[in-house]
């Protein structure tokens, strides 16, 4: 193994994440990837090794021993692929859709999942709009978002996507708490249940929050909102 994939495997293993060589070697692909188009495009402000695997790596990692998910997932707003292809390389039995509003992101995830065997579902569109298309909404078991919006907006963005039964996952930091308190109404009208959040630290003292909904009931046809209306009126 290289210096990069020992010391993820260390870190990985002190958080009991289990990874195998070739996912640690599509793991480290990844970050080289990253590192490249990041030179030409704007995809992260972390680039050094260390960033990469604790606070994109880890970070999305650690989400998944708070879920029991499986069957398909969408990752809305994903930008650089967090969590969704690093959930694609440790889960490889999910069905992952990575959706995004910027074709340019979208054409770095499908070099980076095609060099490193993620079979994913890419699509360019923006979540309002695709939580209203019919192939989309609610057709996931679990929808996942990280560092995309406030909690009530989130919510809106992606309740829309998951099926009753299945859940909404949001990767959020120490803020989460106050958000929850402002998204208590838009978690409800949405159809959802707030089951729990799960709070956790990543190595240098960095607070983690996950926020699980449980999708109860159908969303209103009327959600998600057209245009701006989400961000500047939150439910």
């Not at 695709?130 to 995309?148: E, I, N, Q």
């Not at 919006?149 to 963005?157: I, K, P, S, T």
Request: glycine share 10%; charged share 25%; hydrophobic share 40%.
């Amino acid at each position: 193994m290289t210096e990069f994939q020992e010391k993820l495997a260390e870190l990985f293993s002190a958080y009991e994440i289990p990874a195998g060589e070739e996912q640690l070697a599509a793991l480290e692909r990844y970050a080289e990837l990253l590192c490249e188009w990041n030179e030409k495009m704007n995809l992260t402000a972390i680039v050094d090794p260390e960033g990469i695997r604790v606070k994109h790596f880890l970070d999305s990692a650690l989400a998944l021993r708070y879920l029991q998910i499986s069957g398909k997932v969408i990752d809305v707003g994903t930008g650089a692929g967090f969590p969704g292809v690093v959930w694609g390389i440790l889960r490889p039995e999910l069905e992952i859709t990575l959706l995004d509003s910027l074709q340019k992101r979208l054409t770095f995830l499908e070099t980076v999942c095609g060099e490193i065997g993620v079979k994913a579902k890419l699509v360019h569109a923006r979540a309002e709009e695709a939580g209203r298309d019919p192939a989309l909404r609610g057709k996931f078991d679990c929808a996942t978002a990280r560092a995309v919006a406030g909690m009530n907006v989130l919510c809106e963005y992606c309740m829309p996507f998951v099926k009753t039964g299945g859940i909404f996952a949001a990767l959020k930091g120490p803020q989460l708490e106050e958000e929850m308190q402002n998204a208590t109404r838009a978690v409800k009208l949405l159809g959802g249940q707030v089951e729990r959040v799960e709070a956790y630290e990543l190595p240098g003292g960095d607070q983690r929050r996950l926020a699980i909904v449980r999708k109860k009931g159908p969303t209103g046809k009327e959600y998600p909102r057209h245009g701006g209306k989400i961000k500047k009126a939150p439910l």
